[in-house]
């Protein structure tokens, strides 16, 4: 089992930056990918960015590329999402998840583990 825990959520202005961690713990070593979705009340939850476990590549929903920045710390078990530029339309709760499988992962029906979720608001 797999406990993934967000944080760093907050209030920022638009235009500011913001950066989320990610903890995991317990089996971390089944991890292949860590991702980053948000949801905004009544939307779907839509993906935000992804990154490879022991790779280090990344993937981007274009409407984040250039303006956010997903890492990660393989000895601390975080990845980061390090957001700048930030818009109105960010404001949602920004989920953290893991996957087993291998490859690239984009919708959330393939992620195993998710996070609670932390709020971040972008005043206009």
């Known amino acids: 089992q797999v406990h993934v825990v967000e944080s760093g959520g907050g209030l920022v202005q638009a235009g500011g930056s913001l950066r989320l961690s990610c903890a995991a713990s317990?089996?971390?070593?089944?991890?292949?990918?860590m991702g980053w979705f948000r949801q905004a009340p009544g939307k779907e939850r839509e993906f935000v960015a992804v990154?490879?476990?022991?790779?280090?590549?990344?993937y981007y929903a274009g409407s984040v590329k250039g303006r956010f920045t997903i890492s990660r710390d393989n000895a601390k078990n975080t990845v980061y999402l390090q957001m700048n530029s930030l818009k109105f339309e960010d404001t949602a709760v920004y989920y953290c998840a893991a996957a087993r499988g291998a490859g690239f992962r984009t919708a959330t029906y393939e992620y195993d583990y998710w996070g609670q979720g932390t709020q971040v608001t972008v005043s206009s």
């Open positions: 990154i490879s476990w022991s790779g280090g590549s990344t």
């Open positions: 317990g089996g971390t070593w089944s991890i292949s990918n």
